[in-house]
Each structure stands twice: as structure tokens, then as C-alpha cells.
């Protein structure tokens, strides 16, 4: 019997920005705060009709080409990401902290057909031997120009929706951080911008009146789909900033209609240490969301009394991001868990021959859902080795509690072998910022002649303290088993961060 009823051939709506413009075109979708421009969703889909137009006629893009981009945080991404929606084509942010050997590795993997460069880092780019060989080269002043508010026309009223758009078709590749070997294009799809944001409007109760601002860099899928694409799906409002800087955050959460922020531990230990902390209302907030890794208890307590619930979470680059969430009622009561699976996450945890383990036994999370990548841009077996049996292999080691939470141990590739034994930095490091002197910990492996590996620990201080090695040593004596105690301990005024404000751990163990 022949299915009349057209579910056969449906395939979900890719261009959200083109429904809001209908539903809400007057609400603001996207302000960029460095230029103080303000686009409702009429103008960001006129814009994203102009550039879509733009690439396929005047340059002959078609779907499934790739557009370079580096720049700090603008509207022109947004902008971007609509024309993507419209046209099948496919952006690669790239890190503008890299070198220019590093972008050129970045350019032969992703191979370009447009690359946009803002002037900062246009010598950088032209560095790299492959930039001569793009076909298309625009400044971010050249788009800039291209798709100004002020010289919309009526031509730009309507793109044409391509049909052949596949929810498993890419439209982001993100680098990973190539922290071993050469980094990874995670192929990110329409299909998994829908569910990461059906995932996260569940859990996190987003809707069209909210607002946030976002810190994070656009070469991180933090800075796109923790909150950014979801927004954008649900018709919100999203205020763009270059860089963070505390006091900057904490007087524009007041200014600005924000009601959902989004940032690393760092971020909100430096808010909660700024002059202007003291001052901020933040009385429109509901609530702070915080990846990356585990907010300490302590600062968790200095943001409740200030009335600012936080919600942990945990994501990956090649799979939601959004795919654990804590609420923010469970802060204190689950102290270092990430909490549970979002709506439409499966989770396996498992031991080294893929059996599964128990609750509160320790092994690799597993996941499984419609947000997880296809696999790596041109790198079936990087792709392959990814995968178990159909299960994405995080390369985290976690447990789960009795209750259905879950906690991180460490990752995996963190782990090192003293002495016969498997130890976890995250576990020391837990212990060391327990220290009320300490401000940061870190741990990383060293030689050693007698028992092959054992912990090095880098530490920052709070102001005004100081301690010594001895002081450290004698403070994990009873907390610790002697083979996780670190052997070395170095001071540093500061430790290295790396893009997304998380401790850079290659960088310390050098």
C-alpha cells in the first residue's frame, strides 16, 4: 500500500532563521556587541538570503563545499550559519591562536573553496603555503561590506530552499584540540544541530524569551551549539563578545536582557574575583550553566549566596555537546557530578573488553543517539577506531551512582602507570584545590628510574598565601595512597589555559 501520508519523505526544516523571520521577524536574534549592531530575525534572514545568493551564483559554491573562516567573535558568523542552513555548504572555524604550520595543516584537511580572514589575522594566514592555492580570498571587511543592513534589497527577501539537504549532511567541521598527533575534523550535521537542541531546550527549559551572552570562540562547538544554535532554533536572543573579560561580563549580564550565561570555571572564578563582583545585580539571570570541567564546591557556593544557581554539564565535540546536565537544585547534594543523560542520550559504561560495569564502578562512557558525528573528516580509520559496535568511545573513564548520576574520573589518555598501578590526575587534583591556599592544580606524568611514572603537580595560589613542596606532600599524606602522592611539585603564578579557558595540560607536560 503506498504511503500516502508524506512522512516517507520528510525531512526536517534546516532553515530556522527563515521560520522566525515569518513567526517573529522584529525580535532581535543577534546583536554584535563590539559594533553595537542589532539584527532581528527579518534582517539576519535577509542577510543570509544575500550571502546565499552571493556564494552560489556569483562563486559557484554548491552544497557540500567548504567555506575557511578565522576571526574573533561577529555577526558574520551568524550570518554564515544562515546562509549554511540554506545552501548545503560547509563552514570551518579555525583557531586564530594557531600557528600559521598549524593552519596550513588545518587548510589541506578542510581544502576551502572561500576562506575569510579578519585583518588581525591575515599575516598568520598568508604564512601558510596552501592560502595562495584557495580560489576565493575575502577580508572580513570585504563581507562586511557585502552585507551591510543598509543596502538590503528586495532581491534579498528570498533564497530558495534546496530539497536535497540531508540531515546527515555536514554543516560544521570543528577541529579538535590535537592534543596528541595532528587534530580531527569532527563532521557536525544539520541532523545533529536538531537534536542537540531538542536535547538541550528539554533539559534547560530554553525559550524564545531568553537571552544570553556569548564568550565562547567561534572555532568551538562551545561556541556554537551550547547555546548559540539552540537559540537560534527556538527564536532567541544572542549578544556576541570578542573576548571575555570579567568586569566587562558581569556589567553587561546587567545591562543587556540576559537571562541564561554560559562559561568554563575559570571564566567565573575570575567574575567572582573582579572588583565589580560585588556590584552586579545579575537579577534577571536564571541560572549559569558550566562545562568543560568540575566547578570546585567553594565556588559554587560563592555564586548561590549571590543568588545564581549553577548547572554543570558535560558535552563533547563529536557528540551533542549538550549530553549531561545537573540541575542546579542537586549543586551541593551531587558535588562533582555532571549529572544525568539528556532527553535523547544513551549511555554505556564499560571495561577494557567492552563489558559493562555497574553502578559505582569506574570504566569508559559510551554514547548513542541521533547527535552523535559520522565520524571525522577524511579519516575513516580515526572514524573507525572512534566507534564500539555502534557506540561513540569518549575516551572518558566515569561511574554512575545508584541514583542514575554520573561523575567523571578522568580521561582516559590522562591516566599514567606508577609502579603497576592506574592513576587518575582529576583524583589528586580534587584533593590538591582542597587546599585553601590553592587556586589551581594540575598533574601530569613524569619519569621516574624506580617506578616507571609518577605525578608531577603544578600549582597556582590564592593571593597573599604561600606554601611550599614539603606543605603540599604533608597535606595528601592522609588523603591520598602513596602512589598517587606527586613526587615534584612546581609553583606557577598562573597556569597555561588553552583557547577555551581550560588548564592546557600539553603545555605543562611539555
Same mark, same amino acid.
Request: hydrophobic share 40%; with cysteine.
Given at each position: 500500500?503506498?504511503?500516502?501520508? +508524506?512522512?516517507?519523505?520528510?525531512?526536517?526544516?534546516?532553515?530556522?532563521?527563515?521560520?522566525?523571520?515569518?513567526?517573529?521577524?522584529?525580535?532581535?536574534?543577534?546583536?554584535?556587541?563590539?559594533?553595537?549592531?542589532?539584527?532581528?530575525?527579518?534582517?539576519?534572514?535577509?542577510?543570509?538570503?544575500?550571502?546565499?545568493?552571493?556564494?552560489?551564483?556569483?562563486?559557484?559554491?554548491?552544497?557540500?563545499?567548504?567555506?575557511?573562516?578565522?576571526?574573533?567573535?561577529?555577526?558574520?558568523?551568524?550570518?554564515?550559519?544562515?546562509?549554511?542552513?540554506?545552501?548545503?555548504?560547509?563552514?570551518?572555524?579555525?583557531?586564530?591562536?594557531?600557528?600559521? +604550520?598549524?593552519?596550513?595543516?588545518?587548510?589541506?584537511?578542510?581544502?576551502?573553496?572561500?576562506?575569510?580572514?579578519?585583518?588581525?589575522?591575515?599575516?598568520?594566514?598568508?604564512?601558510?603555503?596552501?592560502?595562495?592555492?584557495?580560489?576565493?580570498?575575502?577580508?572580513?571587511?570585504?563581507?562586511?561590506?557585502?552585507?551591510?543592513?543598509?543596502?538590503?534589497?528586495?532581491?534579498?527577501?528570498?533564497?530558495?530552499?534546496?530539497?536535497?539537504?540531508?540531515?546527515?549532511?555536514?554543516?560544521?567541521?570543528?577541529?579538535?584540540?590535537?592534543?596528541?598527533?595532528?587534530?580531527?575534523?569532527?563532521?557536525?550535521?544539520?541532523?545533529?544541530?536538531?537534536?542537540?537542541?531538542?536535547?538541550?531546550?528539554?533539559?534547560?527549559?530554553?525559550?524564545?524569551?531568553?537571552?544570553?551572552?556569548?564568550?565562547?570562540?567561534?572555532?568551538?562547538?562551545?561556541?556554537?551549539?551550547?547555546?548559540?544554535?539552540?537559540?537560534?532554533?527556538?527564536?532567541?536572543?544572542?549578544?556576541?563578545?570578542?573576548?571575555?573579560?570579567?568586569?566587562?561580563?558581569?556589567?553587561?549580564?546587567?545591562?543587556?536582557?540576559?537571562?541564561?550565561?554560559?562559561?568554563?570555571?575559570?571564566?567565573?572564578?575570575?567574575?567572582?574575583?573582579?572588583?565589580?563582583?560585588?556590584?552586579?545585580?545579575?537579577?534577571?539571570?536564571?541560572?549559569?550553566?558550566?562545562?568543560?570541567?568540575?566547578?570546585?564546591?567553594?565556588?559554587?557556593?560563592?555564586?548561590?549566596?549571590? +543568588?545564581?544557581?549553577?548547572?554543570?554539564?558535560? +558535552?563533547?565535540?563529536?557528540?551533542?555537546?549538550?549530553?549531561?546536565?545537573?540541575?542546579?537544585?542537586?549543586?551541593?547534594?551531587?558535588?562533582?557530578?555532571?549529572?544525568?543523560?539528556?532527553?535523547?542520550?544513551?549511555?554505556?559504561?564499560?571495561?577494557?573488553?567492552?563489558?559493562?560495569?555497574?553502578?559505582?564502578?569506574?570504566?569508559?562512557?559510551?554514547?548513542?543517539?541521533?547527535?552523535?558525528?559520522?565520524?571525522?573528516?577524511?579519516?575513516?580509520?580515526?572514524?573507525?577506531?572512534?566507534?564500539?559496535?555502534?557506540?561513540?568511545?569518549?575516551?572518558?573513564?566515569?561511574?554512575?551512582?545508584?541514583?542514575?548520576?554520573?561523575?567523571?574520573?578522568?580521561?582516559?589518555?590522562?591516566?599514567?602507570?606508577?609502579?603497576?598501578?592506574?592513576?587518575?590526575?582529576?583524583?589528586?587534583?580534587?584533593?590538591?584545590?582542597?587546599?585553601?591556599?590553592?587556586?589551581?592544580?594540575?598533574?601530569?606524568?613524569?619519569?621516574?628510574?624506580?617506578?616507571?611514572?609518577?605525578?608531577?603537580?603544578?600549582?597556582?595560589?590564592?593571593?597573599?598565601?604561600?606554601?611550599?613542596?614539603?606543605?603540599?606532600?604533608?597535606?595528601?599524606?592522609?588523603?591520598?595512597?602513596?602512589?598517587?602522592?606527586?613526587?615534584?611539585?612546581?609553583?606557577?603564578?598562573?597556569?597555561?589555559?588553552?583557547?577555551?579557558?581550560?588548564?592546557?595540560?600539553?603545555?605543562?607536560?611539555?
Amino acid at each position: 500500500m503506498p504511503d500516502l501520508t +508524506g512522512r516517507a519523505k520528510f525531512d526536517c526544516v534546516k532553515d530556522w532563521i527563515a521560520r522566525w523571520a515569518t513567526y517573529t521577524p522584529h525580535r532581535p536574534a543577534v546583536k554584535d556587541h563590539a559594533r553595537q549592531l542589532v539584527l532581528s530575525y527579518a534582517d539576519l534572514n535577509r542577510l543570509a538570503n544575500r550571502l546565499a545568493h552571493h556564494l552560489t551564483r556569483d562563486l559557484g559554491l554548491k552544497a557540500g563545499d567548504r567555506i575557511g573562516m578565522i576571526a574573533d567573535n561577529c555577526v558574520e558568523y551568524v550570518i554564515l550559519f544562515g546562509a549554511l542552513q540554506k545552501t548545503g555548504i560547509i563552514l570551518a572555524p579555525y583557531n586564530y591562536r594557531l600557528s600559521s +604550520g598549524e593552519l596550513d595543516y588545518l587548510l589541506q584537511d578542510s581544502q576551502p573553496k572561500l576562506l575569510i580572514t579578519e585583518e588581525t589575522y591575515l599575516p598568520v594566514m598568508q604564512a601558510a603555503p596552501t592560502f595562495a592555492h584557495i580560489p576565493h580570498h575575502y577580508r572580513l571587511g570585504q563581507l562586511r561590506a557585502l552585507l551591510s543592513p543598509e543596502t538590503l534589497s528586495m532581491d534579498d527577501a528570498h533564497f530558495p530552499a534546496k530539497a536535497d539537504i540531508r540531515g546527515d549532511d555536514a554543516i560544521f567541521i570543528l577541529y579538535t584540540s590535537g592534543t596528541t598527533g595532528f587534530p580531527k575534523g569532527a563532521c557536525y550535521t544539520h541532523d545533529m544541530l536538531l537534536w542537540n537542541s531538542l536535547n538541550t531546550e528539554l533539559r534547560l527549559h530554553i525559550t524564545g524569551d531568553d537571552c544570553t551572552l556569548n564568550v565562547m570562540p567561534p572555532f568551538h562547538t562551545g561556541g556554537w551549539n551550547v547555546l548559540l544554535t539552540p537559540f537560534l532554533h527556538h527564536g532567541a536572543y544572542t549578544i556576541l563578545l570578542k573576548k571575555f573579560e570579567a568586569a566587562e561580563v558581569l556589567q553587561l549580564l546587567d545591562a543587556e536582557p540576559c537571562t541564561i550565561f554560559m562559561g568554563v570555571p575559570t571564566m567565573l572564578k575570575m567574575m567572582a574575583d573582579s572588583p565589580a563582583f560585588a556590584g552586579a545585580s545579575l537579577e534577571k539571570i536564571r541560572y549559569f550553566i558550566v562545562g568543560g570541567e568540575a566547578m570546585p564546591v567553594p565556588l559554587i557556593d560563592i555564586w548561590a549566596k549571590k +543568588g545564581i544557581p549553577v548547572r554543570q554539564g558535560y +558535552g563533547m565535540t563529536e557528540v551533542g555537546p549538550n549530553l549531561f546536565s545537573l540541575h542546579q537544585d542537586d549543586a551541593l547534594r551531587k558535588k562533582g557530578s555532571i549529572g544525568q543523560p539528556n532527553f535523547y542520550v544513551e549511555t554505556r559504561i564499560v571495561d577494557e573488553k567492552g563489558r559493562d560495569m555497574a553502578d559505582d564502578e569506574a570504566g569508559e562512557l559510551l554514547l548513542r543517539g541521533p547527535m552523535v558525528t559520522p565520524g571525522y573528516w577524511q579519516h575513516p580509520e580515526a572514524t573507525a577506531a572512534a566507534f564500539l559496535d555502534g557506540w561513540f568511545r569518549t575516551g572518558d573513564r566515569v561511574r554512575r551512582d545508584p541514583e542514575g548520576y554520573y561523575y567523571v574520573v578522568d580521561r582516559i589518555k590522562n591516566m599514567f602507570i606508577s609502579g603497576g598501578e592506574n592513576v587518575y590526575p582529576a583524583e589528586i587534583e580534587r584533593v590538591l584545590r582542597q587546599h585553601p591556599a590553592v587556586r589551581e592544580a594540575c598533574v601530569v606524568a613524569m619519569p621516574h628510574p624506580k617506578w616507571g611514572e609518577v605525578g608531577k603537580a603544578f600549582l597556582s595560589l590564592q593571593a597573599g598565601h604561600a606554601l611550599t613542596e614539603a606543605d603540599i606532600l604533608a597535606f595528601c599524606q592522609d588523603k591520598l595512597a602513596r602512589f598517587k602522592i606527586p613526587k615534584a611539585v612546581v609553583f606557577l603564578d598562573e597556569l597555561p589555559k588553552n583557547a577555551t579557558g581550560k588548564i592546557d595540560r600539553k603545555v605543562l607536560q611539555g
